[in-house]
């Protein structure tokens, strides 16, 4: 059980700050983990590009630490943007939904997926396990100039909690995605073939329509 060596100051007071995209560009497993090391070693509190100034003087009021700007080498901040799937490039290969840290994912084994819009928290884990690249972050309407507001509270609690239902789901044994035929790896290789050309293809006519 993790305990609070610093007086004051809880993990849960900290947590409370971030977030919750879980996007781990911190370099910690989730936010809860994050809050952990500042509270339990002093890491520096300028490491939560999702998180961006509002929650840099949250986090300073409350710590007392003197960071006044977020760390460049964690990434920049920048509006919260979901992402969408082009579907028909997806080869339904699970990765994105494995990799998704608050089920914003649904699909299963060799069926489409698709990304609930509401529920995605932007962390863009999904798009690097990607093997045909059919992800991308889709920038909402009016959010072209947004300023530096970072997410606002009731995100944060709605990412937290499907966060929550993620970890205790797992620990209980039920991964998602529920468990399904496996595709061999000659019939994957065929299928990311397969996406491949189409997405090729259809360059080629975006260019031919010019």
């Known amino acids: 059980m993790f305990v609070d060596p610093t007086p004051g100051i809880t993990v849960d007071s900290v947590d409370a700050c971030l977030p919750q995209t879980q996007c781990m ?9 994050y809050a952990q090391a500042i509270v ?7 490491r939560c590009p999702p998180g961006g100034s509002q929650t840099l003087a ?12 977020l760390d460049p080498a964690f990434g920049v901040y920048r509006p919260a943007k979901p992402v969408e799937i082009d579907e028909t490039l997806c080869i339904g290969c699970t990765l994105c939904i494995k990799a998704c840290p608050v089920d914003a994912i649904v699909g299963s084994a060799r069926t489409m997926h698709t990304v609930v819009t509401a529920e995605c928290s ?3 884990l999904c798009i ?8 991308k972050t889709v920038l909402p ?3 072209a100039h947004a300023a530096d507001k970072g997410i606002c509270e009731s995100k944060s609690k709605q990412y937290r909690a499907r966060f ?6 797992q620990s209980a044994g039920m991964n998602t995605p ?3 035929p496996l595709l061999t790896e000659q019939a994957t290789r065929r299928l990311e073939i397969a996406a491949s050309v189409a997405r090729i293809q259809g360059k080629r006519v975006r260019r031919s329509k010019r």
């Open 141 to 143: 309407k009016g959010t």
């Open 58 to 69: 949250l986090l300073g009021a409350l710590t007392k630490q003197a960071c006044s700007k």
């Open 128 to 135: 690097p396990v990607c093997p045909v690249d059919c992800i």
């Open 178 to 180: 529920q468990p399904q």
């Open 164 to 169: 929550a239902s993620r970890q205790k789901r």
């Open 25 to 33: 560009r911190c370099e910690f497993a989730s936010c809860l983990a």
């Open 40 to 46: 339990g070693q002093n890491v520096a509190i300028n």
């Open 122 to 124: 932007g962390c863009d």
